[in-house]
């Protein structure tokens, strides 16, 4: 990873300049120069207007992630991976170090050629964190799974976005949040860990090489609904199947009843997770927990049938301050069970990639006999105490995650966008997808060396369309596994901002936790238990009203 | 290269030159464009870059990328022998030319495939190759496919053809024994090809016939509407433009600062791309290529034979509907930063990047100070080039008024 400064001043383009050479990052040199530009294009994208008596206020909002909105790469697949428009100089630079340490490929340790990216593994599901968030939008399953036949299974193999999370789940037994539970952190798979890794380093299993803890098998099934008006969509959803345990290899679910692998038993939940867009994170982290806990309602007592309820999860970075009580709300992930950027994202890099860093300096696997037989033959992958990645590219990659720019809106002056935008709030949509917060103080990247702020998302006005919390989901796309305060039916409501650009960033992306969801009105037709009114809604909606619908949504 | 694809580490810090971009970037059209809106049918040009330039890139990769199986399959098919090594180097450089001219558009189908990342990854993994070579003899395409980036790709198959002799990287002279003496190299080299053809297939098909049940996403591109995945004519002349910012950035601020690092003591030869063959000067050529292509709109414009006009409905044909100026003066920047890195070479001739006769390969150059001299020029060219697209040309697709 570079620093520094390259050889000038040089004579360029007639100008002398100095070059800062910085760590590489998405374009580029007219991001030094925000603050003006944005001036002018707000003014130009300005606010809608339009007649349509009943949209609501926002109706005509361009600016979605107030300063920091992006107008330059909002079209097309560059609209997820630009730098926040208000970032300027050592923090632009700052950014942009973090972006391309995004990129960076990990390989096995010891490298004597790549030590700065050498830690990989030895159980992993991806090698860098732009592999499981396609230009910094939504991963997607490969094309042989997608376009599989309903009965044949696909395996998982090395370019996956998606991977298992996995927790033993007693029956029965009731989780009281504690600071000794870690506020009823998933209980990991003995001899496992709390993540599937599919994919294991060369060495890890000589009788199946590159496989991780287990392989995972991946088909789709089909089902059929009708709108009101007849019209019929497919809808399908993935389903999984774990074979080849390490601690059975070979082992299929069937083979055995009951299974010989620990990882097939009968109380082993898993669940799948989708990788998720990065822009306009750092503004959901300066939303006041207030603002966010003030929207709850877990008991409906205001009867709308809308519930909302916050996660509350053990905060890695309190405990590490030394905190007694650490936990936090959770925010971040598909069921809000990390509090910030920081711990998600390290998170990431110690499981999903298995590269071990200050925030998580133990290997995910550490303690497992897959591990202990690993580390025998391979003593020199050791895990590097924490730090087979640096506080300072951890800083930028968080830095990075916590200040991509959010697109703006498009289209805002169209009829039937403005409909839309009316029959989205009539249908109660809005309930959970909360159109709009005041960000406040955002807390900084911690380290042990010393916090980096992040101000450029403070004090912004911002319209992300959700209220941060869990909702009851419904059965069809229930998980059935806990996640600290968040039960197996409830999932966070997602942001809907850049969703229009969704398959623009990734022509192959889906959306809902698992992607199955192939297009928005097959994401809306999923939803269930407290969206089911607002569902039903649109489902009973003529075809002109679906489509004004869906066409705000694609505006945002 | 996947790992630093859109990697571009150069800031210009300087009060100046920000000053003087701000005037650029915010006035819209620094070349004498103005503010003045220009009404722009930009469908002809869609879809020359969507069926011309772009798909047939793709085209043209995956048909190489058969040869270079032939090539290697040639290798395993008897005795290999010098000529047949021959060839078979000579097939990787000739699959690479297509790859590093297709960089300038690396959206939709290359992404969502994960191609990239499969293709053409760096670092490379040489010791565990080395181990699974001698666990692994019979490798086959499957087994490709499941491997991690860093086993595979042009660089793995690059290491194979050109990196085996005990000097490495150091010469290019290495011998059809070398690869014969290890074990499991030959067998691994055409399961390496058969899994790159496999999605070199893909590419093409995803592009020419059909992407994921949807059509060939070439259609996409060309048939840009609401709803659609480029929602207007703006949207994917946006997609075009940003596409080759992003590679002109990082051939200047990364592809060849990274290696070249702040001072001699800091250069890094582990980041030097395709070293084993030296191919390194050609990738960054075919990387320029790519913005020449999609500037002009002709796949393969050469600037001693061909002319570029506004009738080859390249971004050159939208750049002057604004400013016949500044379309020229891309045009010959472009040109420029092509020059400048066959320079890098040191024999004085800027019209090839073989390493041949006194030329040097780049790996060398940034080590000795003549040669970093020569790579400073090339940088400032290159990213002159990237600066006026981000600052003066995309700047133009908010101004216009696309018929569509």
């Known amino acids: 990873m570079w620093t520094g400064v390259l050889p000038g001043p040089t004579a360029w383009g007639g100008l002398p300049m100095s070059i800062i050479h910085l760590s590489p990052g998405p374009r580029r040199v007219a991001r030094l120069l925000p603050a003006l530009c944005v001036a002018g294009l707000l003014a130009a994208c300005g606010g809608g207007g339009g007649d349509a008596s009943s949209a609501p206020a926002w109706a005509g909002v361009t600016a979605l992630g107030g300063q920091t909105t992006n107008y330059t790469g909002n079209q097309s697949s560059f609209g997820f991976d630009t730098p926040a428009a208000n970032l300027e100089g050592e923090a632009l630079a700052l950014h942009l170090q973090g972006d391309a340490a995004f990129e960076d490929k990990f390989i096995r340790a010891p490298s004597d050629d790549f030590p700065q990216l050498d830690g990989v593994g030895p159980v992993l599901n991806n090698d860098a964190c732009v592999e499981c968030h396609n230009r910094d939008g939504r991963g997607n399953y490969t094309l042989a799974a997608l376009q599989a036949d309903a009965e044949t299974w696909t395996k998982l193999g090395s370019n996956e976005a998606i991977f298992l999370r996995i927790s033993v789940e007693p029956e029965g037994e009731a989780c009281v949040p504690s600071a000794d539970n870690c506020y009823c952190a998933p209980q990991p798979v003995p001899g496992y860990s709390d993540q599937l890794f599919h994919r294991g380093v060369q060495g890890l299993r000589a009788e199946s090489p590159f496989t991780g803890q287990a392989d995972v098998y991946v088909r789709f099934e089909p089902s059929i609904v009708a709108y009101a008006d007849g019209e019929t969509v497919t809808l399908r959803r993935p389903v999984f199947e774990i074979r080849n345990p390490y601690d059975y290899p070979g082992e299929v679910p069937g083979d055995y009843d009951p299974p010989v692998s620990r990882l097939l038993q009968a109380d082993v939940r898993s669940s799948p997770r989708m990788g998720l867009p990065m822009f306009g994170l750092g503004l959901l982290e300066a939303i006041p927990e207030a603002d966010i806990v003030a929207l709850a309602d877990p008991d409906d007592l205001d009867g709308d049938g809308i519930s909302g309820r916050p996660n509350w999860v053990c905060d890695r970075i309190k405990q ?237 | ?181 290890q074990t499991g190299a030959i067998n691994y080299l055409v399961a390496l090809a058969q899994a790159f053809q496999a999605q070199t297939q893909l590419l093409a098909d995803s592009w020419t016939t059909d992407f994921n049940g949807n059509g060939a996403y070439a259609d996409d591109v060309a048939n840009p509407g609401p709803g659609q995945l480029f929602a207007s004519q703006s949207a994917v002349v946006e997609e075009l433009v940003n596409g080759v910012i992003g590679i002109a950035s990082e051939v200047g601020a990364a592809k060849i600062a990274d290696p070249f690092g702040t001072s001699i003591g800091q250069a890094d030869t582990s980041q030097v791309e395709s070293q084993y063959s030296w191919n390194s000067l050609t990738d960054f050529h075919n990387n320029i290529q790519s913005v020449l292509n999609v500037y002009t709109g002709k796949r393969g414009f050469d600037p001693d034979t061909d002319t570029v006009s506004a009738g080859l409905n390249g971004l050159y044909a939208f750049v002057a509907a604004h400013d016949q100026a500044l379309a020229q003066r891309v045009y010959d920047e472009i040109i420029a930063a092509q020059s400048r890195i066959a320079l890098i070479k040191g024999d004085g001739d800027d019209s090839s990047t073989e390493i041949t006769g006194d030329a040097k390969p780049f790996r060398e150059q940034i080590l000795n100070e003549a040669g970093r001299a020569l790579i400073e020029d090339a940088i400032d060219a290159v990213l002159m080039l990237a600066t006026t697209l981000e600052t003066e040309v995309l700047p133009l697709v908010a101004n216009t008024d696309f018929a569509g």
């Not at chain 1, 999903?352 to 290997?363: A, H, K, S, W």
């Open chain 1, 320 to 556: 590490l301050q030394g905190d007694p009580e650490p936990v936090s709300l959770g925010r971040f992930g598909w069921k809000a069970s990390t509090p910030s950027v920081a711990i998600q994202g390290a998170g990431a890099y110690r499981g999903d990639i298995g590269v071990t860093n200050y925030l998580f300096p133990d290997e995910s696997i550490v303690g497992t006999p897959l591990y202990d037989a690993y580390i025998a033959d391979h003593p020199d992958d050791d895990g590097q105490q924490g730090a087979e990645v640096d506080e300072a590219t951890i800083k930028q990659v968080m830095f990075y995650s916590n200040t991509l720019a959010v697109p703006g809106r498009r289209n805002v002056d169209d009829p039937g966008v403005r409909h839309g935008a009316a029959l989205f709030e009539q249908a109660g949509c809005a309930s959970c997808h909360h159109p709009s917060f005041r960000t406040g103080a955002h807390p900084g990247v911690w380290g042990p060396s010393g916090t980096v702020a992040v101000p450029q998302v403070e004090q912004q006005t911002i319209y992300p369309f959700t209220d941060m919390l869990l909702h009851d989901m419904g059965e069809d796309l229930a998980d059935h596994r806990s996640d600290f305060a968040a039960d197996g039916r409830e999932w966070k409501t997602r942001p809907l901002w850049g969703l229009g650009l969704t398959r623009t960033v990734n022509p192959l992306a889906g959306y809902l936790h698992d992607a199955r969801a192939r297009t928005l009105p097959e994401a809306i037709l999923w939803h269930g238990g407290e969206a089911e009114p607002a569902r039903e809604a649109f489902r009973t909606m003529d075809k002109a009203d679906r489509d004004a619908l869906i066409a705000f949504l694609e505006s945002l």
């Open chain 2, 1 to 181: 290269m996947q790992m630093m694809k859109k990697a571009e580490r150069i800031l210009w810090a300087s009060t100046a030159t920000v000053g003087v971009l701000l005037a650029a970037g915010c006035g819209g059209g620094g070349g004498g464009g103005g503010d003045s809106r220009v009404s722009f049918d930009a469908s002809a040009l869609i879809a020359n870059e969507a069926n011309n330039v772009i798909t047939q890139t793709y085209s043209d990769l995956n048909t190489r990328a058969g040869l270079l199986l032939t090539a290697v399959q040639a290798l395993a098919d008897g005795d290999a022998t010098e000529a047949e090594l021959d060839a078979a180097q000579a097939a990787w450089r000739n699959t690479r030319v297509p790859w590093e001219t297709s960089e300038g558009f690396l959206f939709g189908p290359v992404d969502a495939l994960g191609v990239d990342p499969a293709i053409d990854s760096w670092p490379l993994n040489t010791p565990d190759l080395k181990a699974y070579l001698a666990a692994n003899p019979n490798t086959t395409q499957q087994d490709i496919e499941n491997a991690g980036d860093d086993l595979r790709g042009f660089h793995a198959m690059e290491w194979l053809l050109f990196g085996l002799d005990d000097d490495g990287q150091d010469n290019n002279d290495m011998a059809v024994a070398d690869l014969i003496n």
